[in-house]
C-alpha cells in the first residue's frame, strides 16, 4: 500500500482519488485478458475496417469501451507489472523485459489481494518474458507458463500458441467455475513473427492484422468456454493489450524504442456481470494503473482509490495527464531513454531533442509544435519532472554476482547512465534498426559470415548494444567458431557488466561444447538470478558431460522445480535415463514429453528425436532410428549433430551412398564453417580420410 501512495509525491492529487465504495460485489470472478502487441487503432472498435473481429467486438457490446486508455511502457514485462499492481515503472522499479523482476512479496497486485480474501488466483502466460522467474508466479496459486525453448530464436521471442494457453487457462478455471476467482490470461499473437493461422492467413495480406483475426479467434472460443462453464455473465472481464506496435509509423517497425501514439494507445474494454453499462463508452484519457485500483474498489477490497487514480467502473474520468517510458534505448542499444506525458490535447516526449504534438489537428504525431507552442511544452516539462528519472541498476548485478563477474576475470561496473542529454537521440539512430533486423535476417537465413560482419559494423557505432554482442556470439558459434562466440559473449559482458548474467548462461552452452566444463559450470553459476531453470539445466548437461549422474539428476530436478513442468525437462530426464543405460525408461519418458508438448501447441521439442534415434539406435533398431533422426532434422535444419549420427548410422548398415548425401544436405542447408566441420570430423571418425580431405579443400 505504501508503493501505492507514494505517488502523491510526484503527482497531483485528483479529485477523483480516495471515493468511498457504496457497493460492494464479493464474490464476482474477475478475468483479466491481455492481447499482447495490439495497438488500438488496428480493431474495429476504435474504427479500424481493415480486419474483422467478431468474437471482440461482441466483449465490446457487452462492456465498456474506453477510447483513449494508455500504456506506461511498450514492453511487455514492466506494462504487465503496472497491469496487476496499479503501480507505475517507477514505483514497481520493473524497467525492461529483462534484467528486472517482480517482488511479490513488497509490491500488493491485484492477485495477491485477492489471494488474501479467500479467491483462487491463476494465471496462464504465452511469451518468456512473462515466465515465473520473473517474480510475477509468486503472486499466484497457479502460474502456467510452459513452452518449449526453439534454439532458432531468441529468448525474448520464446512463446506458445494462443491455444495452448488457453486450453492451460480453462483445465484451471473449470475446476473453480463456482467460487471466487481472479485469473490473468496472455497471449502473444500479435506479437512477431507475423505468423497468422488460416484462413487468416490467406484472408488478410496484412500480417499483422491476420495476427489480430487470430487472436480475436482464440478469445472468442475463450469466452464460449466460460459461458459454458457459467461463468461469462456474472464475471468481472477486463479486455487489454499492454502496448501498441509501431509498424513503421516513426520509423520503428516493432515497439520498445519510441513511445509515439502508436505504441502506448490501448484497447481497453471492461465487461461488468450480467453485461450491466454494456455498449457505453468513456472518452476521457485513462491509463492501465488504473484498472486493478478500480476493480478493487468495485469488489470492496479497497475502500478508498489511491491518490492518482481514476475511477474507471464508476467513469469519473479526470483531466490529468498520463505518464509513459522506455528505457529500452539506454538499456540495450546505448541511447537515451524516452519519457513522456499525454493528455486529451497534447503529447510532451522527453529527449535530447523534446517533442510536442497537437493530438486534436495532428493524431498521428508528424508535426512537432514544440517551438511554436513553448509554453505548453514548459508545462508538461515541468510536470514530468516531478517523476523520478533515476534508473535502477538491473537485478542482474547483486553482490553475489558482482563477486561471481570479478572471479571470472570481468572488470567494470554495472553503472548505467540516464542523462539523455548525453546519449543519442533514438530518432536521430532509428536508422540503425533497420541495420540491425538485416544483420539478424542474415543469421536467420544461416549466412553466418556476412551477419556476423555486418553485426561487427554495427558494434563500431553501438558498442553498448548488448543485443548485438549477444546476436554476435550466437552468430560466431553458430558458424563454427567457438572461440569467436567466447569472445564476443566475453566482450558484450565487459562492455555491459548490467547484462552478465543473461550472456553468461549463452556463453557457458558455448563453453559446454568446448569441453571447457569448468568455465561452463562457473557462467552456469553467474547465471542464475537471471534464468535459474535454463542455469540448473546447464549444471545438469556439464554433470552429464563428466559421468556424474547422480549430480544431473539433482540439477535436473532443480531446473524443473517450482513450475509446470515442461517437455524439455522431460527429454532432459532422458539423457540422464541413458547415462544410466536405462533405455527403456529414456523411450517412455520421451513419450511423455512428447505427449506433452501436443497438449501445449505442438510445436516440435528440441533434441526430443535425437536422443530418441540415439537410443533407438542403441537397441539395434536402426530403421525406427533412421526416423526419429529424420525428424529432428526436419524441425531443427540448423542442428548439425543429427545428420551426423544419421550418417553413421548409414555407415554401419553399409549405406555409403546415404552417408553422402546426409553430410551434403546439412552444408548445402547450413552453408558455412560449423557444417563443414562436423562433415570432416564425421569422415574422419567413419575412416573415410579422402572424403574428409575433399571438404577441407
Known amino acids: 500500500m505504501?508503493?501505492?501512495?507514494?505517488?502523491?509525491?510526484?503527482?497531483?492529487?485528483?479529485?477523483?482519488?480516495c471515493r468511498k465504495s457504496e457497493t460492494t460485489h464479493t464474490g464476482v470472478p474477475v478475468i483479466f485478458i491481455s492481447v499482447d502487441t495490439l495497438r488500438a487503432d488496428h480493431l474495429p472498435m476504435y474504427g479500424y475496417g481493415a480486419v474483422a473481429t467478431p468474437a471482440l467486438d461482441a466483449l465490446r457490446a457487452d462492456g465498456v469501451l474506453f477510447r483513449e486508455a494508455y500504456s506506461h511502457c511498450p514492453m511487455t514485462l514492466p506494462s504487465h507489472a503496472s497491469i496487476l499492481t496499479g503501480l507505475l515503472p517507477p514505483e514497481h522499479h520493473v524497467r525492461n523485459n529483462l534484467g528486472y523482476t517482480f517482488d511479490a512479496e513488497k509490491l500488493p497486485s491485484i492477485a495477491s489481494e485477492l489471494r488474501a480474501r479467500g479467491y483462487a488466483s491463476g494465471a496462464a502466460v504465452s511469451s518468456y518474458v512473462l515466465r515465473r522467474e520473473t517474480g510475477l508466479a509468486a503472486a499466484f496459486d497457479f502460474y502456467d507458463d510452459a513452452m518449449p525453448i526453439d534454439p532458432a530464436l531468441s529468448l525474448v521471442h520464446q512463446e506458445r500458441s494462443g491455444d495452448a494457453t488457453a486450453e492451460a487457462a480453462l483445465r484451471w478455471i473449470s475446476g473453480r467455475a463456482a467460487q471466487p476467482f481472479f485469473f490473468f490470461f496472455h497471449i502473444y499473437e500479435p506479437h512477431v513473427p507475423y505468423t497468422p493461422a488460416e484462413p487468416f492467413r490467406s484472408r488478410y495480406p496484412n500480417a499483422y492484422d491476420g495476427e489480430i483475426a487470430t487472436a480475436d479467434a482464440i478469445v472468442g472460443k475463450f469466452l464460449d468456454r466460460l459461458k459454458t462453464l457459467g461463468v461469462y455473465d456474472r464475471a468481472l472481464i477486463v479486455f487489454l493489450s499492454d502496448h501498441g506496435e509501431g509498424l513503421n509509423d516513426h520509423g520503428e517497425d516493432q515497439h520498445g524504442i519510441f513511445v509515439y501514439r502508436e505504441s502506448i494507445h490501448v484497447p481497453l474494454v471492461i465487461k461488468l456481470p450480467q453485461?450491466?453499462?454494456?455498449?457505453?463508452?468513456?472518452?476521457?484519457?485513462?491509463q492501465l494503473a488504473d484498472l486493478t485500483p478500480s476493480v478493487l474498489h468495485w469488489l470492496g477490497v479497497q475502500k478508498e482509490l489511491p491518490a492518482g487514480r481514476a475511477d474507471l467502473i464508476a467513469g469519473a474520468i479526470p483531466e490529468r495527464r498520463i505518464y509513459s517510458e522506455t528505457y529500452f534505448p539506454l538499456i540495450h542499444l546505448g541511447w537515451s531513454p524516452l519519457r513522456s506525458l499525454i493528455d486529451g490535447a497534447h503529447h510532451y516526449i522527453d529527449a535530447p531533442r523534446p517533442e510536442l504534438y497537437d493530438l486534436a489537428r495532428d493524431p498521428a504525431e508528424k508535426n512537432d509544435v514544440r517551438a511554436s507552442e513553448r509554453r505548453v511544452a514548459s508545462a508538461f516539462a515541468e510536470e514530468l519532472g516531478r517523476y523520478p528519472a533515476s534508473l535502477e541498476p538491473l537485478g542482474a548485478i547483486d553482490p553475489e554476482a558482482a563477486k561471481n563477474l570479478a572471479a571470472l576475470g570481468y572488470i567494470g561496473s554495472a553503472q548505467t547512465r540516464t542523462d539523455p542529454g548525453a546519449l543519442p537521440d533514438p530518432k536521430d539512430r532509428i536508422g540503425d534498426l533497420a541495420k540491425i533486423r538485416e544483420a539478424f535476417v542474415l543469421a536467420e537465413q544461416r549466412q553466418y559470415d556476412r551477419s556476423a560482419a555486418a553485426l561487427r559494423a554495427l558494434l563500431r557505432t553501438n558498442p553498448k548494444n548488448i543485443d548485438l554482442w549477444d546476436k554476435?556470439?550466437?552468430?560466431?558459434?553458430r558458424a563454427g567458431d567457438p572461440a569467436g562466440a567466447v569472445a564476443a559473449y566475453q566482450e558484450g559482458i565487459r562492455s555491459a557488466p548490467e547484462h552478465a548474467q543473461g550472456l553468461a548462461l549463452s556463453l557457458g552452452f558455448v563453453l559446454l561444447g568446448q569441453g571447457k566444463l569448468d568455465d561452463a559450470a562457473a557462467h552456469a553459476r553467474l547465471?542464475?538470478?537471471?534464468?535459474?531453470?535454463?542455469?540448473?539445466?546447464?549444471?545438469a548437461r556439464i554433470?552429464?558431460?563428466?559421468?556424474?549422474?547422480?549430480?544431473?539428476?539433482?540439477?535436473?530436478?532443480?531446473?524443473?522445480?517450482?513450475?509446470?513442468?515442461?517437455?524439455t525437462d522431460l527429454v532432459l530426464q532422458a539423457e540422464i535415463a541413458r547415462g544410466r543405460a536405462q533405455f527403456q525408461r529414456a523411450l517412455d519418458l520421451l513419450d511423455a514429453a512428447q505427449r506433452l508438448a501436443a497438449a501445449n501447441g505442438g510445436k516440435p521439442v528440441f533434441r526430443l528425436d535425437f536422443v530418441r534415434g540415439d537410443l533407438l539406435a542403441r537397441l539395434e533398431q536402426p530403421a525406427a532410428a533412421e526416423q526419429a533422426y529424420r525428424r529432428e532434422i526436419a524441425a531443427f535444419p540448423a542442428e548439425t549433430q543429427a545428420y551426423a549420427n544419421l550418417a553413421v548410422l548409414y555407415f554401419v548398415q553399409g549405406r555409403l551412398r546415404e552417408v553422402d548425401e546426409t553430410l551434403a544436405e546439412m552444408m548445402r542447408r547450413n552453408p558455412g564453417r560449423a557444417a563443414r566441420d562436423v562433415a570432416i570430423k564425421t569422415y574422419e571418425a567413419l575412416e573415410l580420410p579422402a572424403r574428409a580431405r575433399a571438404i577441407a579443400r
Open 2 to 17: 505504501q508503493k501505492r501512495l507514494f505517488f502523491c509525491l510526484f503527482v497531483t492529487v485528483l479529485s477523483a482519488a
Open 275 to 286: 453485461s450491466e453499462k454494456k455498449g457505453t463508452t468513456v472518452d476521457g484519457a485513462v
Open 472 to 477: 554476435l556470439g550466437e552468430t560466431l558459434d
Open 527 to 539: 547465471g542464475l538470478g537471471m534464468n535459474g531453470s535454463r542455469a540448473h539445466e546447464l549444471l
Open 543 to 567: 554433470a552429464l558431460a563428466r559421468g556424474d549422474v547422480a549430480t544431473a539428476e539433482a540439477e535436473a530436478a532443480a531446473s524443473a522445480a517450482g513450475k509446470a513442468p515442461l517437455a
